[in-house]
Protein backbone atom coordinates (compact mmCIF):
# COMPACT_ATOMS: atom_id res chain seq x y z
CA UNK A 1 0.00 0.00 0.00
CA UNK A 2 1.09 3.65 -0.94
CA UNK A 3 -0.82 5.43 1.28
CA UNK A 4 0.66 6.96 4.56
CA UNK A 5 -2.10 5.83 6.69
CA UNK A 6 -0.92 1.77 5.92
CA UNK A 7 2.93 3.02 6.04
CA UNK A 8 2.19 4.29 9.71
CA UNK A 9 0.79 0.89 10.25
CA UNK A 10 2.49 -1.45 8.34
CA UNK A 11 3.92 -3.58 11.32
CA UNK A 12 0.11 -4.77 12.01
CA UNK A 13 -0.95 -5.59 8.55
CA UNK A 14 -0.13 -9.11 7.12
CA UNK A 15 -1.43 -7.93 3.42
CA UNK A 16 -3.71 -5.32 1.50
CA UNK A 17 -5.71 -5.07 -1.69
CA UNK A 18 -7.65 -2.35 -3.66
CA UNK A 19 -11.00 -3.82 -5.96
CA UNK A 20 -13.96 -2.16 -7.01
CA UNK A 21 -16.90 -2.86 -5.07
CA UNK A 22 -20.48 -2.42 -5.74
CA UNK A 23 -21.25 -0.58 -9.71
CA UNK A 24 -24.50 0.26 -10.83
CA UNK A 25 -25.14 0.92 -14.37
CA UNK A 26 -27.75 2.63 -16.38
CA UNK A 27 -29.61 1.03 -19.29
CA UNK A 28 -31.43 3.14 -21.15
CA UNK A 29 -32.83 3.51 -24.83
CA UNK A 30 -31.88 6.53 -25.94
CA UNK A 31 -34.60 7.17 -28.49
CA UNK A 32 -37.34 6.84 -25.56
CA UNK A 33 -36.11 9.87 -23.80
CA UNK A 34 -38.02 12.28 -25.94
CA UNK A 35 -41.25 12.30 -27.19
CA UNK A 36 -40.72 12.28 -30.39
CA UNK A 37 -37.83 9.90 -30.04
CA UNK A 38 -40.89 7.71 -29.04
CA UNK A 39 -43.11 8.05 -31.38
CA UNK A 40 -40.79 7.10 -34.04
CA UNK A 41 -39.79 4.08 -32.29
CA UNK A 42 -43.52 3.28 -32.15
CA UNK A 43 -43.95 3.58 -35.62
CA UNK A 44 -41.02 1.21 -36.25
CA UNK A 45 -42.95 -1.45 -34.06
CA UNK A 46 -46.73 -1.09 -34.95
CA UNK A 47 -46.30 0.95 -38.81
CA UNK A 48 -48.06 3.94 -37.45
CA UNK A 49 -48.80 5.66 -34.01
CA UNK A 50 -53.03 5.43 -34.67
CA UNK A 51 -53.04 2.84 -31.46
CA UNK A 52 -50.18 4.72 -29.78
CA UNK A 53 -52.23 5.94 -26.40
CA UNK A 54 -52.52 5.18 -22.45
CA UNK A 55 -54.55 2.06 -23.02
CA UNK A 56 -52.16 0.48 -25.38
CA UNK A 57 -49.02 1.64 -22.83
CA UNK A 58 -51.26 0.08 -20.17
CA UNK A 59 -51.29 -3.38 -21.92
CA UNK A 60 -47.67 -3.55 -22.93
CA UNK A 61 -46.54 -3.87 -18.90
CA UNK A 62 -49.14 -6.21 -18.55
CA UNK A 63 -48.31 -8.31 -21.17
CA UNK A 64 -44.57 -8.27 -19.92
CA UNK A 65 -45.84 -9.20 -16.09
CA UNK A 66 -48.07 -12.33 -18.14
CA UNK A 67 -45.31 -13.11 -20.10
CA UNK A 68 -42.72 -13.22 -17.14
CA UNK A 69 -44.79 -15.14 -14.62
CA UNK A 70 -45.94 -17.80 -17.14
CA UNK A 71 -42.44 -18.40 -17.84
CA UNK A 72 -41.12 -17.94 -14.28
CA UNK A 73 -43.86 -20.95 -13.97
CA UNK A 74 -42.88 -23.35 -16.68
CA UNK A 75 -39.82 -22.91 -15.37
CA UNK A 76 -39.59 -23.19 -11.78
CA UNK A 77 -38.45 -19.63 -11.06
CA UNK A 78 -39.59 -17.93 -8.15
CA UNK A 79 -41.31 -14.72 -8.82
CA UNK A 80 -41.22 -12.86 -5.21
CA UNK A 81 -43.36 -9.96 -4.47
CA UNK A 82 -41.64 -7.71 -2.14
CA UNK A 83 -42.71 -4.95 0.02
CA UNK A 84 -40.61 -1.25 0.71
CA UNK A 85 -38.11 -1.60 2.60
CA UNK A 86 -37.09 -5.28 2.04
CA UNK A 87 -33.49 -5.73 1.33
CA UNK A 88 -33.80 -7.66 -1.74
CA UNK A 89 -29.98 -8.69 -1.97
CA UNK A 90 -29.82 -10.27 0.82
CA UNK A 91 -33.31 -12.43 -0.60
CA UNK A 92 -31.25 -13.52 -2.96
CA UNK A 93 -28.24 -14.28 -1.33
CA UNK A 94 -30.55 -15.99 1.27
CA UNK A 95 -31.66 -17.75 -1.86
CA UNK A 96 -27.90 -18.65 -3.28
CA UNK A 97 -26.92 -20.39 0.12
CA UNK A 98 -30.13 -22.63 -0.07
CA UNK A 99 -29.39 -23.98 -3.69
CA UNK A 100 -27.86 -25.16 -6.26
CA UNK A 101 -25.71 -22.76 -8.06
CA UNK A 102 -26.41 -22.58 -11.74
CA UNK A 103 -25.88 -20.11 -14.47
CA UNK A 104 -28.73 -18.64 -15.48
CA UNK A 105 -31.55 -16.39 -14.27
CA UNK A 106 -32.57 -18.01 -11.01
CA UNK A 107 -34.56 -15.50 -8.72
CA UNK A 108 -36.86 -12.70 -9.90
CA UNK A 109 -37.87 -9.69 -7.25
CA UNK A 110 -40.78 -7.27 -8.05
CA UNK A 111 -41.04 -4.11 -6.39
CA UNK A 112 -42.05 -0.62 -7.04
CA UNK A 113 -39.91 2.28 -8.02
CA UNK A 114 -40.04 5.45 -9.59
CA UNK A 115 -39.85 5.60 -13.48
CA UNK A 116 -40.53 7.04 -16.82
CA UNK A 117 -43.96 6.47 -18.11
CA UNK A 118 -45.27 7.91 -21.34
CA UNK A 119 -48.48 9.62 -21.45
CA UNK A 120 -50.64 10.14 -24.78
CA UNK A 121 -52.49 13.34 -24.96
CA UNK A 122 -55.35 13.53 -27.41
CA UNK A 123 -56.16 17.11 -29.07
CA UNK A 124 -59.28 18.46 -29.13
CA UNK A 125 -59.78 16.82 -32.89
CA UNK A 126 -59.17 13.24 -31.84
CA UNK A 127 -55.68 12.95 -33.15
CA UNK A 128 -52.69 12.81 -31.03
CA UNK A 129 -51.24 15.64 -29.57
CA UNK A 130 -48.02 16.00 -27.02
CA UNK A 131 -46.45 12.79 -26.08
CA UNK A 132 -45.65 13.60 -22.30
CA UNK A 133 -44.10 11.81 -19.12
CA UNK A 134 -45.68 11.76 -15.96
CA UNK A 135 -44.68 14.03 -13.59
CA UNK A 136 -43.39 13.44 -11.01
CA UNK A 137 -42.34 9.63 -12.07
CA UNK A 138 -44.77 7.48 -10.53
CA UNK A 139 -44.20 4.31 -8.96
CA UNK A 140 -44.30 1.27 -10.87
CA UNK A 141 -43.39 -2.71 -11.05
CA UNK A 142 -39.94 -3.02 -11.48
CA UNK A 143 -38.45 -6.24 -11.85
CA UNK A 144 -35.25 -7.51 -10.94
CA UNK A 145 -33.73 -10.32 -12.24
CA UNK A 146 -30.96 -12.37 -10.24
CA UNK A 147 -28.21 -14.04 -12.54
CA UNK A 148 -25.17 -16.32 -12.05
CA UNK A 149 -22.96 -15.17 -14.75
CA UNK A 150 -19.55 -17.57 -15.15
CA UNK A 151 -17.26 -14.19 -15.35
CA UNK A 152 -19.46 -11.90 -12.60
CA UNK A 153 -20.77 -13.90 -10.28
CA UNK A 154 -24.35 -12.57 -9.11
CA UNK A 155 -25.34 -9.89 -11.35
CA UNK A 156 -29.11 -7.91 -11.02
CA UNK A 157 -30.51 -6.57 -13.78
CA UNK A 158 -33.53 -4.53 -12.39
CA UNK A 159 -35.65 -3.59 -15.27
CA UNK A 160 -39.51 -0.77 -15.33
CA UNK A 161 -42.36 -3.14 -16.86
CA UNK A 162 -43.62 0.07 -18.63
CA UNK A 163 -41.58 1.29 -21.71
CA UNK A 164 -39.05 2.55 -22.45
CA UNK A 165 -38.02 -0.03 -20.17
CA UNK A 166 -35.34 1.25 -18.40
CA UNK A 167 -33.27 -1.15 -16.30
CA UNK A 168 -29.86 -0.68 -14.22
CA UNK A 169 -27.71 -3.47 -14.27
CA UNK A 170 -25.85 -4.02 -10.48
CA UNK A 171 -22.64 -6.03 -9.65
CA UNK A 172 -19.87 -6.30 -7.40
CA UNK A 173 -16.12 -5.99 -8.77
CA UNK A 174 -15.12 -8.51 -5.90
CA UNK A 175 -16.94 -11.48 -7.51
CA UNK A 176 -14.86 -10.53 -10.87
CA UNK A 177 -11.77 -10.85 -8.94
CA UNK A 178 -12.55 -13.88 -7.35
CA UNK A 179 -13.44 -15.73 -10.56
CA UNK A 180 -10.38 -14.26 -12.13
CA UNK A 181 -8.08 -15.18 -8.91
CA UNK A 182 -9.47 -18.65 -9.47
CA UNK A 183 -8.06 -18.76 -12.61
CA UNK A 184 -4.92 -17.16 -11.86
CA UNK A 185 -4.35 -19.94 -9.39
CA UNK A 186 -4.53 -17.44 -6.66
CA UNK A 187 -5.27 -19.40 -3.23
CA UNK A 188 -7.55 -16.73 -0.99
CA UNK A 189 -10.53 -16.88 1.67
CA UNK A 190 -13.52 -15.31 0.87
CA UNK A 191 -16.39 -14.00 3.08
CA UNK A 192 -19.36 -12.07 1.33
CA UNK A 193 -17.98 -9.67 -0.83
CA UNK A 194 -14.50 -9.46 1.24
CA UNK A 195 -11.33 -11.70 1.00
CA UNK A 196 -10.13 -12.32 4.96
CA UNK A 197 -6.66 -14.10 3.52
CA UNK A 198 -4.76 -14.08 0.57
CA UNK A 199 -2.02 -16.08 -0.17
CA UNK A 200 -0.61 -13.44 -2.41
CA UNK A 201 -2.08 -10.00 -2.03
CA UNK A 202 0.01 -7.98 -5.05
CA UNK A 203 -1.52 -10.92 -7.46
CA UNK A 204 -4.86 -9.94 -6.52
CA UNK A 205 -3.76 -6.68 -6.40
CA UNK A 206 -2.86 -6.87 -10.12
CA UNK A 207 -5.87 -8.74 -10.92
CA UNK A 208 -8.44 -6.13 -9.47
CA UNK A 209 -6.38 -3.25 -11.16
CA UNK A 210 -7.58 -4.65 -14.37
CA UNK A 211 -10.85 -3.04 -13.37
CA UNK A 212 -9.31 0.36 -14.35
CA UNK A 213 -8.11 -0.71 -17.76
CA UNK A 214 -10.23 0.73 -20.81
CA UNK A 215 -10.94 -2.79 -22.03
CA UNK A 216 -13.48 -3.05 -18.99
CA UNK A 217 -15.54 -1.12 -20.42
CA UNK A 218 -15.55 -3.33 -23.55
CA UNK A 219 -16.46 -6.46 -20.76
CA UNK A 220 -19.19 -4.87 -19.29
CA UNK A 221 -20.96 -4.18 -22.51
CA UNK A 222 -20.72 -7.54 -23.17
CA UNK A 223 -22.13 -8.85 -19.59
CA UNK A 224 -25.30 -6.53 -20.10
CA UNK A 225 -25.62 -7.63 -24.06
CA UNK A 226 -25.44 -11.44 -22.49
CA UNK A 227 -28.26 -10.82 -20.48
CA UNK A 228 -30.68 -8.08 -20.94
CA UNK A 229 -32.23 -8.79 -23.98
CA UNK A 230 -32.80 -12.12 -23.98
CA UNK A 231 -33.07 -12.51 -20.44
CA UNK A 232 -35.54 -9.65 -19.61
CA UNK A 233 -36.41 -7.60 -22.60
CA UNK A 234 -37.93 -10.39 -24.29
CA UNK A 235 -40.38 -10.50 -21.92
CA UNK A 236 -41.76 -7.04 -23.35
CA UNK A 237 -40.17 -7.70 -26.86
CA UNK A 238 -39.62 -10.16 -28.28
CA UNK A 239 -36.58 -10.92 -30.25
CA UNK A 240 -37.82 -10.34 -33.75
CA UNK A 241 -39.81 -6.70 -32.02
CA UNK A 242 -36.66 -6.14 -31.06
CA UNK A 243 -35.07 -5.77 -34.39
CA UNK A 244 -37.81 -4.87 -35.83
CA UNK A 245 -37.87 -1.34 -33.60
CA UNK A 246 -34.12 -1.51 -33.19
CA UNK A 247 -34.09 -0.99 -29.45
CA UNK A 248 -31.03 -1.20 -28.15
CA UNK A 249 -29.47 -0.11 -25.03
CA UNK A 250 -26.89 2.64 -24.05
CA UNK A 251 -24.85 2.92 -21.00
CA UNK A 252 -23.91 4.68 -18.25
CA UNK A 253 -22.13 4.30 -14.55
CA UNK A 254 -24.67 5.60 -12.03
CA UNK A 255 -22.62 4.39 -9.26
CA UNK A 256 -19.58 3.17 -7.80
CA UNK A 257 -17.54 2.18 -4.70
CA UNK A 258 -13.94 1.81 -4.68
CA UNK A 259 -12.33 0.22 -1.16
CA UNK A 260 -9.00 -0.52 0.20
CA UNK A 261 -8.88 -3.97 2.10
CA UNK A 262 -6.33 -3.75 5.00
CA UNK A 263 -5.48 -7.52 6.60
CA UNK A 264 -4.33 -7.18 10.08
CA UNK A 265 -2.42 -9.62 12.20
CA UNK A 266 -4.70 -9.59 14.88
CA UNK A 267 -8.15 -8.55 14.88
CA UNK A 268 -7.84 -7.10 18.53
CA UNK A 269 -4.85 -4.66 17.62
CA UNK A 270 -7.07 -3.51 14.26
CA UNK A 271 -9.73 -2.51 16.59
CA UNK A 272 -7.53 -0.69 19.05
CA UNK A 273 -5.99 0.95 16.17
CA UNK A 274 -9.15 2.41 14.46
CA UNK A 275 -11.31 3.12 18.04
CA UNK A 276 -7.09 5.25 18.66
CA UNK A 277 -7.78 6.34 14.48
CA UNK A 278 -11.38 8.11 15.60
CA UNK A 279 -10.54 9.55 18.88
CA UNK A 280 -7.49 11.64 17.19
CA UNK A 281 -9.42 12.80 13.97
CA UNK A 282 -12.85 13.12 14.66
CA UNK A 283 -12.40 16.57 16.58
CA UNK A 284 -10.21 17.79 13.71
CA UNK A 285 -12.09 16.55 10.71
CA UNK A 286 -15.31 18.30 12.67
CA UNK A 287 -17.42 15.43 12.32
CA UNK A 288 -20.71 15.30 13.47
CA UNK A 289 -21.15 12.08 15.28
CA UNK A 290 -20.04 8.28 14.83
CA UNK A 291 -22.58 5.24 13.68
CA UNK A 292 -21.95 2.52 16.12
CA UNK A 293 -23.48 -0.87 15.57
CA UNK A 294 -23.61 -2.93 18.61
CA UNK A 295 -23.35 -6.50 18.85
CA UNK A 296 -21.81 -9.08 20.60
CA UNK A 297 -18.60 -8.16 23.68
CA UNK A 298 -15.98 -9.39 21.71
CA UNK A 299 -14.81 -9.70 18.01
CA UNK A 300 -15.26 -13.27 16.37
CA UNK A 301 -11.79 -15.43 17.01
CA UNK A 302 -9.47 -15.49 14.68
CA UNK A 303 -7.60 -18.99 14.59
CA UNK A 304 -5.23 -18.93 11.40
CA UNK A 305 -5.75 -22.76 10.77
CA UNK A 306 -8.59 -21.62 8.84
CA UNK A 307 -6.17 -20.21 5.93
CA UNK A 308 -6.59 -23.53 4.68
CA UNK A 309 -10.20 -23.69 3.32
CA UNK A 310 -9.76 -27.64 2.66
CA UNK A 311 -9.83 -28.17 6.58
CA UNK A 312 -12.76 -25.93 7.32
CA UNK A 313 -15.60 -26.66 4.95
CA UNK A 314 -18.89 -25.61 6.78
CA UNK A 315 -19.49 -22.35 8.21
CA UNK A 316 -22.18 -22.51 11.18
CA UNK A 317 -22.75 -19.10 12.42
CA UNK A 318 -21.07 -15.88 11.34
CA UNK A 319 -20.56 -14.17 14.83
CA UNK A 320 -21.71 -10.44 15.36
CA UNK A 321 -20.03 -8.02 17.29
CA UNK A 322 -19.52 -4.23 17.89
CA UNK A 323 -19.52 -2.21 14.19
CA UNK A 324 -18.19 1.24 14.23
CA UNK A 325 -18.41 3.52 10.86
CA UNK A 326 -16.66 6.27 10.18
CA UNK A 327 -18.53 7.84 7.72
CA UNK A 328 -17.45 11.92 5.85
CA UNK A 329 -19.89 12.81 3.18
CA UNK A 330 -19.12 15.37 0.70
CA UNK A 331 -22.01 16.38 -2.15
CA UNK A 332 -22.76 13.22 -3.81
CA UNK A 333 -19.48 11.41 -2.42
CA UNK A 334 -19.11 9.27 0.92
CA UNK A 335 -16.03 8.33 2.37
CA UNK A 336 -16.60 5.68 5.06
CA UNK A 337 -13.83 3.36 7.29
CA UNK A 338 -15.02 0.27 8.71
CA UNK A 339 -14.64 -3.20 9.83
CA UNK A 340 -15.22 -5.87 8.21
CA UNK A 341 -14.75 -9.73 9.12
CA UNK A 342 -12.55 -11.07 11.77
CA UNK A 343 -9.53 -8.48 11.16
CA UNK A 344 -9.97 -6.86 7.89
CA UNK A 345 -10.36 -2.95 8.26
CA UNK A 346 -12.16 -1.62 4.79
CA UNK A 347 -11.55 2.13 3.72
CA UNK A 348 -14.03 2.86 0.52
CA UNK A 349 -15.33 5.83 -1.16
CA UNK A 350 -18.54 6.13 -2.80
CA UNK A 351 -19.86 8.00 -5.35
CA UNK A 352 -23.75 8.41 -5.55
CA UNK A 353 -24.26 9.92 -8.87
CA UNK A 354 -21.64 10.43 -11.18
CA UNK A 355 -24.03 12.92 -13.28
CA UNK A 356 -22.85 15.60 -10.08
CA UNK A 357 -18.96 15.29 -11.66
CA UNK A 358 -17.52 16.74 -14.89
CA UNK A 359 -15.52 13.36 -15.23
CA UNK A 360 -17.67 11.93 -17.74
CA UNK A 361 -20.28 9.26 -17.50
CA UNK A 362 -20.54 7.55 -20.44
CA UNK A 363 -19.42 3.30 -20.03
CA UNK A 364 -16.35 3.74 -22.04
CA UNK A 365 -15.23 6.36 -18.67
CA UNK A 366 -15.11 2.96 -16.15
CA UNK A 367 -11.80 3.08 -16.22
CA UNK A 368 -11.34 6.36 -15.69
CA UNK A 369 -13.62 6.85 -12.96
CA UNK A 370 -11.86 3.86 -11.36
CA UNK A 371 -8.81 5.64 -11.15
CA UNK A 372 -10.12 9.10 -10.48
CA UNK A 373 -11.82 7.13 -6.68
CA UNK A 374 -8.16 5.70 -6.51
CA UNK A 375 -6.73 8.99 -6.39
CA UNK A 376 -9.67 10.49 -4.06
CA UNK A 377 -9.08 7.16 -1.28
CA UNK A 378 -5.44 7.75 -1.46
CA UNK A 379 -5.66 11.80 -0.54
CA UNK A 380 -8.17 10.25 1.93
CA UNK A 381 -5.91 8.73 3.37
CA UNK A 382 -2.75 10.52 3.32
CA UNK A 383 -4.85 13.07 5.21
CA UNK A 384 -5.87 10.66 7.84
CA UNK A 385 -2.25 8.95 7.86
CA UNK A 386 -0.82 12.38 8.64
CA UNK A 387 -3.19 13.66 11.06
CA UNK A 388 -1.87 10.12 13.36
CA UNK A 389 1.53 11.08 12.95
CA UNK A 390 1.87 14.45 13.86
CA UNK A 391 5.29 16.19 15.15
CA UNK A 392 6.56 20.08 14.50
CA UNK A 393 9.63 20.70 13.34
CA UNK A 394 12.54 21.46 15.58
CA UNK A 395 12.59 25.61 14.33
CA UNK A 396 8.81 25.90 13.34
CA UNK A 397 7.79 27.23 16.80
CA UNK A 398 10.59 29.90 16.39
CA UNK A 399 9.55 30.89 12.77
CA UNK A 400 5.76 30.49 13.24
CA UNK A 401 5.85 34.17 13.94
CA UNK A 402 8.08 35.91 11.50
CA UNK A 403 6.99 37.11 8.33
CA UNK A 404 7.29 35.47 5.08
CA UNK A 405 7.08 36.79 1.02
CA UNK A 406 4.73 34.92 -0.87
CA UNK A 407 5.10 35.85 -4.66
CA UNK A 408 5.40 39.54 -4.57
CA UNK A 409 3.60 40.31 -1.25
CA UNK A 410 4.58 40.38 2.47
CA UNK A 411 2.73 38.34 5.04
CA UNK A 412 2.92 38.21 8.66
CA UNK A 413 4.00 35.62 10.78
CA UNK A 414 0.93 32.93 12.34
CA UNK A 415 -0.06 33.30 16.04
CA UNK A 416 -1.43 30.35 16.88
CA UNK A 417 -2.69 31.64 20.28
CA UNK A 418 -5.29 34.26 18.50
CA UNK A 419 -8.65 32.51 17.92
CA UNK A 420 -8.68 33.71 14.67
CA UNK A 421 -5.39 31.76 13.64
CA UNK A 422 -6.55 28.47 15.52
CA UNK A 423 -10.25 28.30 13.52
CA UNK A 424 -8.83 29.05 10.36
CA UNK A 425 -6.36 25.87 11.52
CA UNK A 426 -8.97 23.52 12.55
CA UNK A 427 -11.05 24.35 9.47
CA UNK A 428 -8.08 23.28 7.16
CA UNK A 429 -8.00 20.51 8.83
CA UNK A 430 -11.21 19.33 8.44
CA UNK A 431 -11.31 20.42 5.00
CA UNK A 432 -7.85 18.37 4.09
CA UNK A 433 -10.23 15.36 3.13
CA UNK A 434 -12.21 16.79 1.05
CA UNK A 435 -13.22 14.19 -2.25
CA UNK A 436 -14.59 16.79 -4.60
CA UNK A 437 -12.56 17.37 -8.27
CA UNK A 438 -10.34 18.56 -8.64
CA UNK A 439 -10.18 18.35 -5.06
CA UNK A 440 -8.79 20.43 -2.25
CA UNK A 441 -11.00 23.74 -1.38
CA UNK A 442 -11.14 27.67 -2.57
CA UNK A 443 -11.36 30.67 0.22
CA UNK A 444 -14.70 31.08 -0.14
CA UNK A 445 -15.06 27.67 1.19
CA UNK A 446 -12.43 28.06 4.04
CA UNK A 447 -14.54 31.10 4.93
CA UNK A 448 -17.86 29.16 5.03
CA UNK A 449 -16.25 26.46 7.10
CA UNK A 450 -14.62 28.73 9.65
CA UNK A 451 -17.83 30.38 10.42
CA UNK A 452 -19.66 26.95 10.72
CA UNK A 453 -17.71 26.20 13.75
CA UNK A 454 -18.09 26.77 17.38
CA UNK A 455 -16.73 29.65 19.26
CA UNK A 456 -16.08 33.41 19.01
CA UNK A 457 -14.50 35.37 16.45
CA UNK A 458 -13.76 39.12 15.42
CA UNK A 459 -16.13 40.57 12.94
CA UNK A 460 -16.99 39.40 9.83
CA UNK A 461 -15.02 36.30 8.32
CA UNK A 462 -15.41 36.08 4.54
CA UNK A 463 -13.47 35.48 1.74
CA UNK A 464 -10.94 38.23 1.51
CA UNK A 465 -10.02 37.34 4.78
CA UNK A 466 -9.65 33.92 4.29
CA UNK A 467 -7.52 34.38 1.36
CA UNK A 468 -5.06 36.78 3.54
CA UNK A 469 -5.01 33.81 5.90
CA UNK A 470 -4.48 31.13 3.22
CA UNK A 471 -1.00 33.45 2.36
CA UNK A 472 0.31 33.19 5.99
CA UNK A 473 0.27 29.17 5.62
CA UNK A 474 1.39 28.89 2.01
CA UNK A 475 4.38 31.02 3.56
CA UNK A 476 5.19 28.51 6.08
CA UNK A 477 4.76 25.40 3.78
CA UNK A 478 1.73 24.33 5.28
CA UNK A 479 -0.59 25.07 2.57
CA UNK A 480 -0.13 25.12 -1.14
CA UNK A 481 -2.02 25.70 -4.51
CA UNK A 482 -3.18 23.04 -6.51
CA UNK A 483 -1.56 24.10 -10.21
CA UNK A 484 -2.79 27.18 -11.69
CA UNK A 485 -6.61 26.62 -10.08
CA UNK A 486 -7.37 28.75 -7.37
CA UNK A 487 -8.02 25.88 -4.82
CA UNK A 488 -5.62 25.15 -2.32
CA UNK A 489 -4.77 22.07 -0.51
CA UNK A 490 -2.66 21.43 2.93
CA UNK A 491 0.89 20.29 2.49
CA UNK A 492 1.79 17.01 4.64
CA UNK A 493 4.28 18.73 6.72
CA UNK A 494 1.38 20.90 7.43
CA UNK A 495 -0.79 18.61 8.08
CA UNK A 496 1.32 16.83 10.55
CA UNK A 497 2.11 20.76 11.84
CA UNK A 498 -1.24 22.25 12.48
CA UNK A 499 -1.87 19.22 13.89
CA UNK A 500 0.37 18.90 16.75
CA UNK A 501 0.35 22.66 17.59
CA UNK A 502 -3.48 22.63 18.15
CA UNK A 503 -3.35 18.96 19.82
CA UNK A 504 -0.40 20.92 22.19
CA UNK A 505 -2.45 23.42 23.28
CA UNK A 506 -5.79 22.31 23.81
CA UNK A 507 -4.69 18.96 24.81
CA UNK A 508 -1.28 19.66 26.38
CA UNK A 509 -0.46 23.21 27.75
CA UNK A 510 -4.45 23.85 28.65
CA UNK A 511 -4.65 20.88 31.27
CA UNK A 512 -1.07 21.54 32.32
CA UNK A 513 -2.08 25.41 33.21
CA UNK A 514 -5.21 24.13 34.64
CA UNK A 515 -3.39 21.45 37.24
CA UNK A 516 -1.38 24.29 38.02
CA UNK A 517 -4.17 26.30 39.22
CA UNK A 518 -5.64 23.16 41.14
CA UNK A 519 -2.85 20.86 42.40
CA UNK A 520 -5.17 18.53 43.66
CA UNK A 521 -8.32 16.89 41.95
CA UNK A 522 -11.37 16.98 43.97
CA UNK A 523 -12.81 13.86 42.99
CA UNK A 524 -11.55 10.44 42.15
CA UNK A 525 -13.10 9.02 38.72
CA UNK A 526 -14.48 5.22 39.37
CA UNK A 527 -13.94 4.18 35.62
CA UNK A 528 -11.18 6.38 34.20
CA UNK A 529 -9.91 5.97 31.10
CA UNK A 530 -6.39 5.52 29.93
CA UNK A 531 -6.08 8.80 29.21
CA UNK A 532 -7.29 10.25 32.54
CA UNK A 533 -4.39 7.91 33.35
CA UNK A 534 -1.65 10.18 31.47
CA UNK A 535 -3.12 13.14 32.76
CA UNK A 536 -2.67 12.28 36.38
CA UNK A 537 1.06 11.23 36.31
CA UNK A 538 1.68 14.30 33.99
CA UNK A 539 -0.21 16.63 36.51
CA UNK A 540 1.83 14.45 39.15
CA UNK A 541 5.59 14.66 37.45
CA UNK A 542 4.42 18.70 36.76
CA UNK A 543 3.92 19.22 40.13
CA UNK A 544 7.37 17.94 41.54
CA UNK A 545 8.66 20.12 38.46
CA UNK A 546 7.18 23.21 39.72
CA UNK A 547 8.28 22.36 43.05
CA UNK A 548 12.01 22.11 41.81
CA UNK A 549 11.64 25.50 40.19
CA UNK A 550 9.92 27.37 42.89
CA UNK A 551 7.05 27.72 41.35
CA UNK A 552 4.72 25.92 43.65
CA UNK A 553 4.85 25.70 47.26
Sequence with gaps: MRDQLSTLYHEFLEDGYDCVDRVVLNAYFSLGQSGGGFRMWWRELYGSDEDLDNNHLMRMAGRFSRRLRGWAKANKVPVIYCSPGEQKHKIAEQYLATHEKKSGLFLVLVSKAPALVWEAQQTANGKLGLLA??????????????????????VTIKMSGHPPFGAQVIL?????????????????????????????????????????????AGRLRQLCERWIYRTCLCFALDLAEQKKSRFQYQYSVFQMEYSRNLLFHSGQQMEEIFQALIDRTRARLDLDRIKTIFGDKKRPHYDKRKKNPTRWGVVVETPTYDLTVFKVHYGAMTLKIYTKGARVLRVEVIVHNTREYRWGRSLPCFGEIVVRLRCILERFLNALGCLGACFVGDDTLEKLPLPTQVGRTKVGGIDFNKPRMRRVAEAVLALSISPTSPGGFTASELAQKVRSMNGPIQGDYGPRRAAYDLKKLRGKGMVRKIGTSRRYEPAPGGLRAMTALVILREKVIRPLLAATQRPEPQTKLNHPAPIDHHYEQLRTRMRELFTTLGMAA
Design 133 to 154: PKAPWPYVNHYSFHILDPEWGH
Design 172 to 216: NGHEYVAAQAQRAGIEFTKQENCFTSVTDAAKLTKVADTLSRKET
